[in-house]
């Protein structure tokens, strides 16, 4: 649990440069030729789930 | 059944309507509409009917690159701590209703606000025609093309009612409808689960289920090729970076997160939980469109373009109906927060700034309603004229593309305080100028589309390829037109306060002026009227707990930028800063701000966040704690009177605190401090002058001193002295040196006067002697006029022996004279047996003694022998005949106090000033030299004690009580 709001803060850029190369940079991963039709899918469900856990940690912290 | 669909629309929106009403009249279900998550799930009115209908057309051209308009939301909600909180902040603070506030409020800038809301409103336009194209066209395909004519008139209408109904009920963002947000949040469900009650009746029916679908696209890998392709093309970061920026910044999402969601904690929460709720609205959303798409491109026989196919597959399974719905929700959701909040910015930025009469001002909510249907109207007119050849996602990236204009701008206020107002509008125009030409222009007439051909570089590209240019190229111009010139030029110094004020949205807020109670209803009379003018002030008092009788300079500012703030929820920042006329930008006056400095804890100032300024805070603090115990009253007034600086020795002074004071003005101080202060402050530059207060007690003497301050704040420092013990010292030491003077003089003549009167007393003696021996023809009554010489002559003896002993005793120090520890009831023996011996009278009266045995005293001993003798004698004198005289001595922590009590005639109370006075006696003449009191209290001064007297009787003046009050004599370590 993050109890420094600064800390929070840098986590916080982290996830969103994070997902940002995700989606920018790695769809040659999950938009390859070969990934199953679900991927982009999969990847968005990944990125609820950081939401998620941000909103509830933030919330407690 | 051609009229099924109008029915149905009919009914939806009635029942939207009733539940929203219905929602704001229970309590239970508007605690339910308060939840967090109904924020999240409002705000999915981004999916409009574009992402309802035409997300299935974009995927068909463009694969999976329509999920980019979601997937930078999902982004763009991972961002909401960074980007969207400390925006909420802002906007609440300053109570926006739209981001057209914000950039007006920012760059203090009527222009930005109307420059913004004209762009707006005319890229979105077509926008709000699209949806209403959607239900048109849905409505005809459900009506099997029948009846068609004309129904468009119908729905548009239906969407205006609904539109100016519920638009109006929330239209003042004072009530932040939970009718509405439950309403939105309620359309996103429908719209969703419609989706994906569609894509399973897809899945099931056309593939037979997921492994069915698997099947299919191992048959047809192009299908899934198709999907994944565009990905990697350069369109998909423009799509993303847009709809990041979109999720926040179009009107209706501004509407809903910041001003919908709620102040403090409940919106704070509302936006944190926005983080997972709304992605995961938009994933379910999504999720059926690639199958829907899969199944129109599996079912023969499809007779729509990919635009239509979600009601087509509707329709051919049964569910035609209830996929109109979930249009119409899309619409219907979208038409409405649109117009709510498109309507604050055309009537803030353009209706008032340019027709700003009273009469308007006063009927801001009709002049609403008018323009939410006017906007509606001009959405349906906009739809007749617009070819329907167009598809929505044409209009779609045309409305994304103009919405990132206001990027630059938007992070210049979070961001960058050194952007300039000229800096944004260049950048802004420059912006729109690309965004026309690049992205509107080809789409209105096909002999502009060399330029998309030249951005492009191929021919005829797809609309998601040519936004792409087109977006990176707009921004590029706009954002480098705003950093090129804010950068050179100077920035006025309301923008940089504002913008100050902006990049820190915690930071505590310095700068603005307070107005008068009285003068703030003027003002708001003049342009509100009289009853909304008494409505307001008494709203903006009681938020802030204060009386109209206020007078102090930290709470009147408060008022004033309530008020302020207030209005600027009905008019805009700008327009509610000029009705009130204080402009934020505007500085504090000193006065205020050493309130505020009062008022608030010292730690961590909000301007001292600069690093050259947080080093001089030290400095600062330590002038100011220099000033504040400086040992004389100072007090530092403005021009007008507002006071500054109340130091610490002013409020012992005074009783007055600085937390009372600072901010008032000098004249409004109580009795008799307003009265002196502000006559001094009112003096000419240099001034000086003394007063005597008399308000109960002694007399205080005070010195004020005006100094006036020239340079730089102009004003005055008073300084303020209390002189009273100051003068009363003085006048004691003036009446010890004429004592002292006295003293001199004398024991002067006394010496002079001594010698020739000892050789008269000789020769007059021995005159007597040889008279004693008779001869004859000597004058018989010679003997006894010789002896009344002698007898006189001793008398002045003793007289001028007694002035030497007090002169003598002025003139030489007492630190000279040898101390000794003696006991108090020797001395007290010594006394009694002089005094016997001096008065033949003492015989007849009797003496009692009580000394305790342990008092002993630190002295001289011949001096408290004169002391004692003094006020045995003068207690012989005042006694009767028989009269006991009581000498009494006891211990009193470190003193030792003796008491010599008679009986006698006392002192008159009209002589109790003057008892210790040198020569004054109430002795008959010839008994008393007036010198024995005078030189006992001398004595005993000097030996660090005090000599007092008392009349032993209240009502007469009958009987004596002196009492000397020595130090304790200490037992000498051995």
Request: with cysteine; glycine share 8%; hydrophobic share 50%.
């Amino acid at each position: 649990m993050l109890r420094d709001s600064e800390d929070r803060r840098a986590l916080d850029v982290v996830v969103v440069v994070g997902a940002a190369v995700a989606l920018v940079a790695g769809r040659v991963l999950w938009a390859h030729e070969a990934a199953p039709w679900w991927s982009p899918f999969g990847l968005w469900a990944l990125l609820v789930g950081i939401g998620a856990l941000r909103a509830f940690t933030n919330g407690d912290a | 059944m051609w009229w099924l669909p109008i029915v149905g629309a009919a009914l939806y929106l009635a029942v939207l309507a009733w539940i929203s009403e219905a929602v704001e009249r229970s309590a239970s279900l508007t605690a339910l509409a308060r939840r967090p998550i109904v924020v999240g799930l409002a705000l999915g009115v981004y999916a409009t009917t574009w992402s309802f209908h035409g997300s299935v057309g974009f995927a068909a051209g463009h694969g999976y690159g329509f999920l980019a308009i979601h997937l930078g939301v999902t982004i763009s909600c991972l961002a909401i701590p960074l980007l969207w909180q400390p925006l909420a902040v802002l906007v609440r603070r300053h109570r926006l209703a739209s981001v057209a506030d914000l950039l007006a409020l920012r760059y203090q800038s009527q222009l930005a606000g109307v420059m913004v809301s004209a762009f707006l409103v005319i890229a979105l336009l077509p926008y709000l025609s699209l949806q209403l194209r959607a239900i048109v066209d849905t409505g005809a395909m459900l009506s099997r093309g029948s009846a068609a004519e004309g129904i468009e008139l119908v729905y548009a209408a239906m969407l205006c009612v609904f539109a100016a109904v519920l638009g109006v009920r929330w239209a003042d963002v004072r009530q932040r409808g939970a009718g509405l947000l439950a309403t939105l949040a309620l359309e996103s469900i429908v719209k969703m689960g419609v989706l994906l009650l569609v894509g399973a009746f897809a899945l099931v029916r056309v593939f037979g289920g997921f492994s069915g679908l698997e099947a299919w696209l191992a048959e047809h890998p192009e299908a899934l090729t198709q999907m994944f392709a565009p990905v990697r093309g350069q369109s998909w970061s423009a799509l993303c970076m847009a709809s990041f920026v979109a999720a926040f910044l179009l009107p209706r999402q501004f509407h809903v997160a910041f001003v919908l969601a709620g102040e403090g904690e409940r919106g704070a929460a509302a936006l944190r939980h926005t983080t997972w709720v709304l992605p995961l609205l938009l994933l379910l959303l999504n999720l059926p469109l690639p199958i829907l798409l899969w199944a129109g491109q599996a079912t023969p026989g499809m007779s729509t373009s990919p635009d239509m196919w979600v009601v087509e597959l509707g329709l051919r399974h049964g569910l035609g109906l209830i996929v109109f719905a979930g249009g119409l929700s899309a619409a219907s959701a979208m038409v409405l927060v649109s117009s709510i909040a498109l309507s604050g910015m055309i009537v803030n930025h353009m209706v008032l700034p340019l027709a700003g009469e009273r009469w308007l001002l006063q009927r801001l909510g009709w002049v609403r309603r008018v323009v939410i249907v006017g906007l509606v109207l001009s959405g349906f007119a906009l739809h007749l004229l617009l070819a329907h050849s167009r598809s929505l996602v044409d209009l779609g990236l045309v409305s994304f593309a103009a919405v990132a204009q206001l990027v630059p701008g938007v992070a210049g206020a979070l961001l960058w305080p050194r952007g300039t107002r000229r800096g944004f509008v260049a950048g802004l125009a420059l912006g729109i100028g690309v965004w026309i030409v690049v992205a509107v222009l080809p789409l209105v007439d096909a002999a502009f589309e060399p330029l998309v051909l030249a951005l492009v570089g191929k021919p005829s590209p797809t609309p998601a390829e040519a936004f792409a240019p087109a977006l990176w190229l707009s921004l590029l111009i706009n954002s480098g037109a705003y950093v090129l010139v804010s950068l050179t030029e100077r920035q006025r110094p309301a923008e940089a306060a504002v913008a100050a004020a902006c990049v820190r949205p915690q930071a505590v807020e310095v700068r603005g002026r307070g107005v008068q109670v009285a003068e703030l209803r003027e003002r708001l009379v003049a342009v509100l009227g009289a009853a909304r003018a008494d409505l307001e002030l008494k709203l903006a008092l009681e938020q802030l707990g204060l009386d109209e009788d206020e007078r102090r300079a930290l709470p009147l500012r408060e008022l004033t930028r309530r008020i302020e703030v207030n209005l600027a929820e009905h008019l805009g920042p700008l327009a509610a800063a000029d009705l009130i006329g204080s402009s934020a930008s505007e500085p504090s006056t000193l006065a205020a701000l050493a309130a505020e400095l009062e008022a608030r804890p010292p730690e961590n100032p909000p301007w001292t966040r600069g690093p050259q300024i947080a080093g001089l805070e030290p400095i600062r603090r330590y002038l100011a704690q220099v000033l504040a115990e400086l040992p004389v009253g100072v007090c530092a007034a403005e021009a007008d009177g507002a006071i500054v600086v109340w130091n610490v020795a002013l409020t012992r002074l005074t009783g007055l605190t600085p937390e009372q004071v600072l901010g008032d003005h000098l004249e409004h101080l109580p009795s008799p401090w307003g009265g002196l202060l502000s006559d001094m402050h009112g003096q000419e530059s240099e001034a000086q002058r003394e007063y005597t207060l008399r308000s109960g007690g002694a007399p205080r003497i005070l010195r004020v001193r005006k100094t006036a301050l020239e340079e730089g704040a102009a004003g005055a420092v008073l300084v303020v002295e209390d002189l009273t013990e100051r003068r009363a010292m003085l006048a004691e030491l003036s009446h010890r040196d004429r004592l002292r003077s006295i003293g001199r003089l004398a024991a002067g003549v006394a010496h002079e006067v001594l010698n020739p009167l000892t050789g008269i007393l000789m020769v007059a003696r021995n005159v007597s002697n040889e008279l004693h021996r008779p001869t004859a023809g000597s004058d018989p009554d010679l003997p006894a006029r010789l002896g009344t010489i002698v007898s006189e002559a001793q008398r002045i003896e003793r007289i001028v022996r007694a002035l030497l002993v007090y002169s003598r005793a002025q003139v030489q120090p007492a630190e000279v004279r040898p101390r000794q520890r003696i006991a108090l009831s020797e001395l007290v023996d010594d006394a009694v047996s002089l005094a016997r011996l001096a008065r033949a009278r003492g015989e007849s009266l009797r003496f009692e003694q009580k000394i305790d045995p342990r008092a002993c005293v630190l002295g001289e001993r011949q001096g408290l022998s004169q002391v004692l003798v003094n006020l045995l004698t003068n207690a012989i004198d005042a006694s009767p005949e028989g009269a006991t005289i009581v000498v009494s001595g006891r211990v009193s922590a470190d003193r030792v106090i003796v008491e010599v009590c008679d009986d006698g005639s006392g002192i008159p109370m009209e002589f109790a000033e003057r008892v210790f006075e040198p020569f004054f006696t109430t002795k008959d003449p010839g008994r008393g030299t007036g010198l024995g009191l005078a030189t006992s209290f001398r004595i005993v001064t000097e030996h660090g004690g005090s000599l007092t007297w008392s009349s032993r009787h209240e009502l007469e003046p009958r009987g004596c009580a002196f009492r000397v009050n020595l130090p304790m004599g200490q037992e000498q370590a051995s």
